[in-house]
């Protein structure tokens, strides 16, 4: 973090007023817009258009959130008596992705107001960390992927990790500084891997899914506590969450984390979203897609199966398959 003083010294070579110095100071600490706007006491739109003024007097190319995290490089270089690298401002590069097993979400049924609700928390109010929870078939994975693949341009750097077979918190560092600090040895303590990981959450926009945490929870009476193996995972959690830095984290679970849910709030960069079922016309979107008939029974199908997605998927396959898109012969069989 650049001191205070210094941070003025270099806002003044570029005549930043006092006003935009304010936007720009609390913006370097990774404070939100909405939490900027109170603090500073002006609106949201003032303050994007106070760090729109800042990026050009600073040359900052690029577009989208992803620009602060290149300000933030600018200044640390010049900070430490650097000329900033010119190409780790450009913008125009290949950002670097990896999707790993990420399933196909080509095909999307309902959910639109809820991504939009997730990409608002990530984009606008700049979230650490993103929850999302719900029984097993809700969504949760296509939600999540299909706002990954929504929002990435605005970021550094993207990668989709499964928990589903409980990867030691080790070898998930691991995995996450090589992509994000590639060329750079992970170091041997889980601690100082963390450490290392932040450093790069903080340098980049990167954006980091893990799908499938109950995984690493433990199961029985402790819902939502973290395995006897698996402690190493909160305090990764934990530090993404609290600290300072430019980028996002997001995971689904069939059960809310503890942690996670002490942490969030309306308007703390911490979030959590629970997927309910499907309401009626969102079902009979996968209805229509599958080639269903009579619409009027689709309100006793949905019901019947409590609007899941992937048992309403399954279902209207079956009908499709086996009764030629009859609903009333399917629902016949009981």
């Not at 932040?198 to 433990?218: G, H, N």
């Not at 897609?289 to 009027?296: C, D, I, R, Y």
């Not at 398959?321 to 012969?329: D, I, P």
């Amino acid at each position: 973090m650049i001191q205070e003083d210094l941070l003025k010294s270099l806002a003044d070579e570029k005549q930043v007023s006092d006003g935009e110095f304010q936007v720009m100071s609390l913006a370097m600490k990774g404070e939100s817009t909405p939490i900027i706007a109170a603090k500073v006491e002006i609106s949201e739109d003032l303050v994007r258009k106070r760090l729109s003024d800042i990026y050009k007097k600073f040359d900052i190319p690029g577009r989208g959130p992803v620009k602060l995290a290149k300000l933030q490089q600018h200044l640390l270089a010049l900070s430490r008596g650097q000329l900033p690298d010119s190409s780790s401002l450009d913008m125009e590069g290949e950002p670097r992705r990896d999707w790993g097993e990420a399933p196909d979400v080509s095909i999307f049924y309902g959910r639109s107001e809820q991504l939009d609700t997730l990409a608002g928390w990530v984009l606008n109010d700049r979230c650490r960390l993103v929850a999302i929870s719900g029984m097993g078939g809700i969504g949760k994975t296509t939600l999540a992927i299909k706002l990954a693949k929504q929002i990435q341009d605005q970021f550094d750097g993207v990668i989709w990790r499964s928990l589903r077979d409980a990867p030691p918190a080790r070898e998930l560092l691991t995995d996450l500084i090589k992509f994000f600090a590639p060329g750079v040895s992970p170091p041997y303590e889980t601690d100082d891997r963390i450490s290392r990981l932040m450093e790069a959450l903080k340098a980049k926009r990167c954006l980091i899914v893990l799908d499938s945490a109950q995984a690493i929870l433990k199961s029985g009476d402790l819902a939502g506590h973290y395995g006897d193996s698996y402690q190493d995972y909160g305090n990764f959690i934990k530090r993404v969450a609290t600290e300072s830095h430019q980028s996002c984290l997001v995971i689904t679970s069939l059960e809310q984390i503890d942690d996670i849910a002490l942490l969030q709030g309306e308007t703390m960069p911490v979030r959590v979203m629970e997927l309910r079922e499907l309401d009626e016309e969102q079902a009979w979107e996968i209805f229509r897609a599958k080639g269903l008939s009579e619409p009027e029974q689709w309100i006793q199908l949905t019901n019947l199966y409590r609007g899941n997605p992937l048992a309403l998927k399954i279902v209207a396959t079956t009908i499709k398959e086996l009764f030629g898109g009859n609903v009333s012969e399917f629902l016949k069989q009981k």
